[in-house]
């Protein structure tokens, strides 16, 4: 019953390093999403994949890149980390369909100093 | 455009009493709005979700939520609460045209006083 497997669940980076945090799941679902959630401000979508092989920009892109690598892992990168990308990211998937639900990871606490 | 407002960004009630969580949507098109709950450092999981059909709509843990098309709004309630619904809620909505894009509400967090 593994769903959205997210890692890393923490990391702490200086501004201008650079990682990837990995997304994969298992339910054979074609979308999948990176959302930040920040305190006052819900979830904002950063990236998402419609389907295998298709990417798009959600409501706040900017210093981010993303690979769907397969149909089960969707990957998100900061070439070059910042402050502001001080946040909790979350991974989900989801059904095509558009009244279906979202399954979420757990989580990367990410602090960038 | 779709937006959701979520009203109270903390609300507490003692157990027993009723939860009411506030959310209106914004929608230029029919909408499906959603109810997810995160308890302490786990991700969302969904509690209820409206579509099309009946308008009252019951979810996990005895939760419930009305669709109203008139006020444009989608609260959450239940009758009697329980420390274990300590947590924070998101209304979400997404709207047909395309796949699946989710906009979520600002959150409110529900404290249960014993």
């Known amino acids: 019953n593994a769903g959205v497997t997210q890692t890393p669940k923490f990391q702490v980076l200086k501004t201008g390093q650079s990682m990837t945090l990995q997304c994969a799941q298992d339910?054979?679902?074609?979308?999948m999403y990176w959302y930040r959630q920040d305190p006052g401000m819900g979830l904002r979508l950063i990236y998402y994949s419609a389907s295998e092989g298709t990417t798009d920009k959600g409501e706040v892109p900017n210093g981010y890149n993303v690979s769907r690598l397969n149909k089960r892992e969707f990957s998100l990168r900061l070439e070059s980390a910042a402050p502001s990308q001080t946040s909790v990211y979350f991974c989900?998937?989801?059904?095509?369909?558009?009244?279906?639900?979202?399954?979420f990871g757990s989580g990367t606490q990410l602090s960038v100093l | 455009a779709q937006s959701v407002t979520q009203l109270g960004s903390h609300v507490s009630v003692s157990e027993g009493a009723l939860v009411l969580l506030r959310c209106n949507y914004s929608s230029s098109v029919p909408p499906y709005l959603f109810w997810y709950v995160q308890y302490p450092n786990q991700g969302l999981q969904l509690l209820l979700k409206?579509?099309?059909?009946?308008?009252l709509v019951k979810g996990i843990n005895g939760f419930e939520a009305e669709f109203k098309k008139s006020e444009t709004s989608f609260h959450l309630t239940k009758p009697s609460a329980h420390m274990s619904d300590a947590a924070e809620y998101f209304c979400a909505v997404t709207s047909s045209g395309g796949y699946q894009k989710v906009t979520f509400g600002t959150g409110t967090k529900l404290q249960v006083i014993p």
């Open positions: 339910m054979n679902h074609n979308s």
């Open positions: 989900a998937s989801s059904e095509q369909r558009i009244n279906e639900k979202l399954f």
């Open positions: 409206y579509t099309t059909g009946a308008t």
